[in-house]
């Protein structure tokens, strides 16, 4: 057997641009904003490249090969991968948790996020929560279009980790790519877009109404500080352990012995080219390549000068 590796999936974005290409892609026309990286999600499920399943979709694989992934109880496989490319800013956004999505978005998942920040440019920032402490008070700032004053806004650099979870107020600013990983969900509830006009001539669409109802208020910050892993035989940073997804980042320089932490793992190459090499097998990988080592893949090293962002649930 051998790893999952995955065709990525491209996404044109109004805000969107070509910086995808540093990671090493291929790129269709127009204003590529995501690449889905590890996704079996309806809306662009990824194709395995490579063995015994290679053009099967990674849901059908779920689906078909349950034992591939531990026999897991979940339906649906539970998280995605995307790098994004922000080179204008996104909509101020918000997204609901599961319970809320089920109700209202026909059995979808909610999402939690998190993103590690691939580049920034210099001066570079994100809106993170808001200082709404009441939803009376928020519900003010929203009528008045007060966003000056509702919108927290962050300064970021390469390197930085946020967990953003459902109900946090967010969005991405303009010359930022991050690696995000989420539950494996599609929705998201426009706040405010900087009234720009979409391809058919009319300002996008906000969700101004379901926003209110799903957002966080108050002052403290759901974010995590990064923990670092030092012990005998591993070294890298554990960006984030929740209920949803686990989430670290490996810096190898040279041999890594991966203690695999559950049954299946979903890694993404964000730099550097090496190999990896499963119960004898060689797989080369570069920068901007997607995975999944299996609960058949049992003896795990890293070859290589890379960096890996690694997710499990």
Request: glycine share 8%; charged share 25%; aromatic share 10%.
């Amino acid at each position: 057997m051998s790893p999952l590796m995955l065709k990525p999936v491209f996404k044109e974005r109004i805000w969107g641009g070509r910086n995808l290409e540093k990671m090493g892609y291929n790129l269709p026309d127009g204003q590529i904003g995501e690449c889905w990286g590890i996704s079996a999600h309806q809306n662009g499920p990824n194709v395995i490249a490579n063995g015994l399943y290679e053009g099967k979709t990674l849901d059908q694989v779920w689906s078909e090969h349950p034992e591939l992934f531990g026999n897991p109880s979940e339906e649906k496989f539970p998280l995605l991968t995307k790098i994004l490319d922000a080179n204008d800013k996104l909509s101020v956004q918000v997204h609901p948790d599961d319970t809320y999505a089920s109700e209202h978005e026909n059995g979808e998942f909610g999402k939690t996020e998190c993103w590690y920040i691939i580049d920034a440019k210099e001066d570079a920032e994100i809106i993170y929560g808001t200082y709404a402490n009441t939803k009376q008070q928020l519900e003010e700032f929203i009528k008045n279009e007060d966003w000056n004053h509702l919108f927290k806004r962050v300064k970021v650099e390469t390197g930085d980790f946020f967990y953003v979870p459902s109900g946090t107020v967010h969005a991405i600013g303009s010359g930022i790519m991050i690696l995000e990983t989420q539950q494996n969900s599609d929705t998201t509830y426009r706040i405010y877009d900087y009234d720009r006009i979409g391809q058919d001539g009319e300002k996008r669409e906000l969700h101004l109404d379901k926003s209110i109802d799903v957002i966080t208020v108050g002052s403290q910050s759901p974010n995590v500080p990064p923990k670092k892993i030092d012990d005998e035989e591993q070294k890298g940073i554990l960006l984030v352990e929740s209920e949803f997804f686990t989430v670290a980042k490996w810096q190898i320089n040279g041999t890594f012995n991966f203690r695999k932490p559950r049954d299946y793992c979903l890694v993404s190459v964000i730099e550097g080219n090496g190999e990896i090499i499963t119960d004898g097998n060689v797989f080369e990988v570069v920068k901007g390549d997607h995975l999944i080592l299996t609960a058949d893949d049992l003896d795990n090293h890293i070859n290589g000068q890379l960096e890996v962002i690694v997710s499990y649930v």
